[in-house]
């Protein structure tokens, strides 16, 4: 006999449940997932950790979670911190908070206005990343890459006068970025590579090379220590 | 040489794809992840492609792009099994297969009267092998056979099919990845396929024929 729906899985409080397949999964609390997870609608509000692949239509994380494996859906949004240990793959990808993919994270459109450490490559057709924390990976790649800075909170800037080392640094460190459309700020890259690049301020990259057109904006705080016209 | 290596500066300037396009297709996974091989240069960092495969694969990909999308594309292109099912005179008809290899096809393993996609994989391997003319039909059974029973095991995977002769006596391997393959002296080796390579060729003709 054919299973007439899936069922939803709701943990509120402290509960654990093995994994499988549901329609919608909420976690209200702490809850621990112990095994693959395949639903529509996944919803952590709490402290959740998932000890497996996870797939999902829809992913939201607002609390704090950890998936010991793969995160692939559509749309994921990160509000709160996240660690996955293995690749994030999706249609949309935003993170509002810190987001940490151990491997790699590849999506249609990829925006962040947090922070993000990301192990492998980014790999989204559109890149925007409004930088407000420390952010962090190995290779970017895309159509369209934009990175700005996000600037400092009145708080954080505050803060900053009072105690050293604060604001937390806020530039996005890469080994190479790689795209068609490339406007950067507050970046630290080796190689940055793409057809029509555009550096804004705070950016300090050993080697630019460009097809089609290149730009640097008139700041002091630029250094780029190499340009190539391919 | 067939290792040769190709960076991806020199690819994109070879074939006038862009950055985009090409993380695009990685996306998508057009584009296998164990091609991508990184490699340490005095600019840091590059990463590099086996040459032979990348372009063809890319020349392929242009071609195809017109007239399919992306998600089209990655299904004839990755080399898990299509979910198809094909009548028997469908097969004859779009020419994939021959009448003999059909009449072959029923001999070894019976006739079904609809050809999952594993079972047109055997049907168009070995009409693939016969029209070459490296094997005869009663060795085109020994080939039935094998994948009949063991090809369920490597579904998926990249896979060769190797088929040698020592002293007129056929010998029918199938081997999982891309190895090396070493015979004594006495033996000759016939015809290597690699079935990856087969199931894209035979997925694009099943769309061609308006199958899938």
């Known amino acids: 006999m054919e299973q007439k729906s899936k069922k939803d899985l709701r943990i509120n409080g402290i509960g654990s449940s093995a994994g499988g397949?549901?329609?919608?999964?909420?976690?209200?609390?702490?809850?621990?997932?112990?095994?693959?997870?395949?639903?529509?609608?996944?919803?952590?509000n709490g402290l959740g950790f998932v000890r497996g692949n996870v797939k999902s239509n829809r992913t939201r994380i607002s609390g704090k979670s950890t998936i010991a494996g793969n995160l692939a859906g559509k749309e994921v949004i990160i509000d709160g911190m996240s660690e996955i240990t293995g690749g994030l793959s999706g249609d949309n990808i935003e993170n509002r908070g810190m987001l940490k993919v151990s491997k790699d994270c590849g999506s249609e459109t990829f925006t962040s206005h947090g922070g993000f450490t990301i192990g492998g490559l980014l790999n989204a057709g559109s890149i925007e990343i409004n930088i407000y924390g420390p952010c962090k990976a190995k290779e970017v790649g895309g159509e369209k890459i934009q990175i700005r800075d996000g600037g400092t909170f009145g708080i954080g800037k505050f803060i900053g006068s009072l105690f050293q080392g604060w604001p937390l640094k806020t530039i996005l460190t890469v080994d190479t970025i790689e795209g068609d459309d490339i406007y950067l700020e507050c970046t630290t890259a080796k190689i940055v590579r793409g057809g029509n690049v555009k550096i804004g301020k705070g950016c300090q990259i050993d080697l630019?090379?460009?097809?089609?057109?290149?730009?640097?904006?008139?700041?002091?705080?630029?250094?780029?220590?190499?340009?190539?016209?391919? | 040489m067939e290792n040769e290596l190709i960076s991806k500066k020199d690819l994109l300037e070879l074939t006038g794809i862009s950055y985009g396009q090409l993380y695009r297709w990685k996306r998508k996974m057009l584009i296998p992840e164990d091609w991508f091989i990184r490699k340490s240069t005095f600019t840091g960092q590059e990463t590099f492609f086996p040459k032979e495969k990348i372009l063809v694969r890319i020349d392929k990909i242009k071609d195809l792009k017109e007239d399919a999308s992306l998600d089209e594309l990655a299904d004839?292109?990755?080399?898990?099994?299509?979910?198809?099912?094909?009548?028997?005179?469908?097969?004859?008809?779009?020419?994939?297969?021959?009448?003999?290899?059909?009449?072959?096809?029923?001999q070894a393993l019976g006739l079904p009267e609809v050809f999952d996609f594993q079972k047109t994989l055997y049907a168009y391997l070995l009409d693939k092998m016969l029209a070459s003319g490296e094997i005869s039909g009663e060795e085109g059974k020994i080939l039935l056979k094998t994948l009949e029973e063991h090809y369920p095991d490597f579904a998926?995977?990249?896979?060769?099919?190797?088929?040698?002769?020592?002293?007129?006596?056929?010998?029918?391997?199938?081997?999982?990845?891309?190895?090396?393959?070493?015979?004594?002296?006495?033996?000759?080796?016939?015809?290597?396929?690699?079935?990856?390579?087969?199931?894209?060729?035979?997925?694009?003709?099943?769309?061609?024929?308006?199958?899938?």
């Open chain 1, 21 to 44: 397949h549901f329609d919608s999964v909420q976690i209200n609390g702490k809850g621990d997932i112990n095994g693959d997870l395949e639903c529509t609608d996944l919803e952590i």
């Open chain 2, 156 to 212: 998926g995977k990249p896979s060769e099919l190797v088929f040698i002769r020592k002293l007129g006596v056929p010998l029918c391997l199938l081997i999982s990845g891309t190895g090396q393959v070493s015979l004594d002296a006495g033996a000759k080796l016939v015809s290597r396929i690699n079935i990856s390579n087969v199931i894209e060729e035979l997925k694009a003709k099943l769309a061609d024929g308006g199958i899938k």
């Open chain 1, 208 to 230: 630019v090379e460009y097809k089609n057109t290149f730009q640097k904006d008139g700041f002091s705080d630029i250094r780029i220590n190499e340009t190539r016209k391919l």
């Open chain 2, 76 to 106: 004839i292109l990755s080399p898990s099994p299509a979910e198809v099912e094909v009548e028997k005179n469908k097969l004859l008809h779009e020419k994939i297969v021959s009448e003999i290899t059909m009449d072959l096809f029923a």
